[in-house]
C-alpha cells in the first residue's frame, strides 16, 4: 500500500466520524429529571397582593348634579363605578378644543355649574391618552393634554362630553350619540334620589367648591394586632432588587434596612411602611400618562394591591405619583404614610418606591362605633374662618378616614372618620376651635 491510498484511507476515515458526530448531535436528546410540583428551586412570581387595571384605579373623587340653583351629589363608590362603566359604552368624536370660546370667567363658571349639567371631579389630573384606555373614541388621536373634571349635558338635542381642567380653563369638548344619555339623565337628572343635597362656596378667584349639607353618620373601626399581618421582608426583598443574592442586611432599633450598593430598602416597624431607594436613578419627569402607565405596572409586577387604592396625586412635568387607600366610600389618611403608596421615578427605573408593610384582615373588626360628623356648611365655615386659611389657597373638602395604629402591647389600628379640606395642594384634617377633634364625640 502506497502512501497516496493510506492518505485516502486516514481522509475517508475522518469523514465517516465527522458524519457520525453530526447525527449524534442531531439526534440528542439529553435525560432531565422532572421538577416535581412545589420544588424549593422554582423560581416564583412575588405576591404581595393583588395586580390591578387602570380602570380600578383612575376614578372620579365625586358627582355633582345641577339642578337649577341646587346641587346633588355623591361620593358611593357604587355611583362611581356605574358612571365609568356606564361611560365606557359610549363612543366619544374626536374632542375638540373650545377654550378660546370661554373668553370670560362667567362663561367658564357657566359650562361648569348650569342647570341639568352633570360634573365629575377627579382628585388628579388625568391625560386623555390614558382615559382612552378606558373609553372608546372614534379616532385613535386624542389631545395631548389632560383635565380632571368631566362636564356631561345635553344642548339643542345634541350631547356632548367637556373635559376640562380647571386651573388652566383648558376646555375640550366632545359629542356622543344622544341615545347614549338616556339611562344617564335618569339616574342623575331626572331622579335624584341616588344623591345627596350639596351646598356651593365661591372660592375667590377659583372655582365653586361644594359640600355634602347635612350631618353625616359614619363608623369609626378598629382592629387588633391579629387582624393586622406584616409582609415579610423577604418578600419586598425578592420583589425590588435585581439581584436578592447580593442584597445585606442591617438593623437599627426601630427599623431593617436592605441594601446591594445601590439601592436600599427600609422597613419601619413602628410606623408600618417600607422606603425603597434606587441611588443609580435620579427623579426626572416624563409625560403622565407614562407615569401613570409605569407606575400601575410598577406595583402589578410584584402583585402590589392589597387593597382599594386610587390614583389621588398626579401632575404633568412631575416624577411623582401617588395612589391612596380608600375605605368604601371615603379616602384614609396618615401622619406616617401608611395610607399612600408613593412613587418617584428616574429616566428607566424607579427611583423611589414608600408603602405600607402590612395587610389588614378587614372582615373582623372590633365593635363599631357610631360617628356623627359636623353638618357640611358648619365644618366649611369653621374652615374659611381659621385664621391661618388664605381662602385663595382653598381647593377642596370632603370626608376622610385618619388611619393610627397604636404601639402597644398589642398593636391596635383605628380608623376613624373627619372632615378633611384641602389647602395650597395638601389634605389636612379639621379641628374644633377648642382643639379637639370636630367628631361629634366630644
Not at 339643542?156 to 373635559?163: D, L, Q, S
Not at 351646598?199 to 378598629?222: A, R
Not at 420583589?239 to 441594601?259: C, I, K, M, Q, W
Not at 391612596?324 to 418617584?344: I, T
Request: charged share 25%.
Amino acid at each position: 500500500m502506497n502512501y497516496e491510498k493510506i492518505k485516502s484511507a486516514v481522509l475517508a476515515l475522518l469523514v465517516l466520524i465527522s458524519l457520525a458526530f453530526t447525527w449524534g448531535i442531531w439526534n440528542y436528546q439529553p435525560s432531565y429529571e422532572t421538577i416535581a410540583d412545589g420544588a424549593d428551586d422554582i423560581v416564583t412570581e412575588v405576591e404581595i397582593g393583588q395586580q390591578r387595571k387602570i380602570s380600578e384605579l383612575v376614578k372620579p373623587s365625586k358627582i355633582i348634579s345641577h339642578q337649577g340653583s341646587s346641587h346633588y351629589g355623591t361620593v358611593s363608590e357604587q355611583e362611581l363605578d356605574w358612571i365609568m362603566d356606564e361611560m365606557t359604552k359610549w363612543t366619544f368624536f374626536e374632542p375638540e378644543d373650545v377654550s378660546r370660546s370661554l373668553l370670560n370667567k362667567q362663561e367658564f363658571s357657566e359650562l361648569l355649574s348650569n342647570d341639568s349639567h352633570v360634573e365629575l371631579f377627579f382628585s388628579s389630573s388625568v391625560p386623555f391618552n390614558t382615559i382612552k384606555t378606558m373609553f372608546s373614541f372614534n379616532d385613535t388621536a386624542v389631545p395631548n393634554a389632560v383635565f380632571n373634571r368631566i362636564i356631561i349635558t345635553e344642548e339643542e338635542n345634541k350631547a356632548f362630553v367637556y373635559f376640562v381642567s380647571v386651573q388652566e380653563r383648558l376646555v375640550f369638548r366632545s359629542q356622543i350619540e344622544t341615545r347614549s344619555l338616556k339611562e344617564f339623565k335618569n339616574r342623575y337628572v331626572e331622579d335624584s334620589e341616588r344623591l345627596k343635597p350639596y351646598i356651593s362656596y365661591q372660592i375667590p378667584k377659583g372655582s365653586l367648591l361644594y359640600v355634602q349639607k347635612e350631618p353625616p353618620l359614619l363608623t369609626m373601626q378598629s382592629y387588633l394586632s391579629e387582624q393586622i399581618e406584616e409582609i415579610e421582608a423577604e418578600t419586598f426583598k425578592r420583589a425590588l432588587f435585581n439581584d436578592p443574592s447580593y442584597v445585606r442586611r442591617g438593623s437599627r432599633s426601630d427599623s431593617d434596612e436592605y441594601t446591594d450598593g445601590s439601592s436600599f430598602m427600609r422597613i419601619n416597624s413602628n410606623t408600618g411602611t417600607v422606603r425603597y431607594v434606587n441611588s443609580a436613578e435620579t427623579p426626572q419627569s416624563m409625560p403622565l400618562d407614562q407615569l401613570i402607565e409605569k407606575s400601575i405596572n410598577f406595583v402589578n409586577d410584584h402583585n402590589g394591591w392589597v387593597d382599594d387604592y386610587r390614583l389621588f396625586k398626579a401632575e404633568p412635568g412631575s416624577s411623582d405619583i401617588s395612589y391612596r387607600l380608600f375605605l368604601g366610600d371615603f379616602p384614609v389618611f396618615d401622619s406616617q404614610g401608611m395610607a399612600e403608596l408613593s412613587q418617584s421615578w428616574g429616566q428607566d427605573r424607579i427611583y423611589q418606591y414608600d408603602r405600607s408593610s402590612f395587610i389588614v384582615q378587614r372582615d373582623k373588626p372590633l365593635p363599631e362605633e357610631t360617628v356623627e360628623l359636623q353638618s357640611g356648611q358648619k365644618a366649611l365655615n369653621q374652615v374659611i374662618n381659621l385664621e391661618s386659611i388664605d381662602p385663595l389657597l382653598l381647593t377642596d373638602m370632603r370626608i376622610g378616614y385618619e388611619m393610627t395604629l397604636e404601639q402597644e402591647s398589642r398593636k391596635i389600628l383605628t380608623l376613624k372618620p373627619f372632615w378633611y379640606y384641602q389647602y395650597n395642594g395638601e389634605w389636612q384634617k379639621l379641628f374644633t376651635d377648642e382643639g379637639r377633634p370636630a367628631d361629634g364625640l366630644e
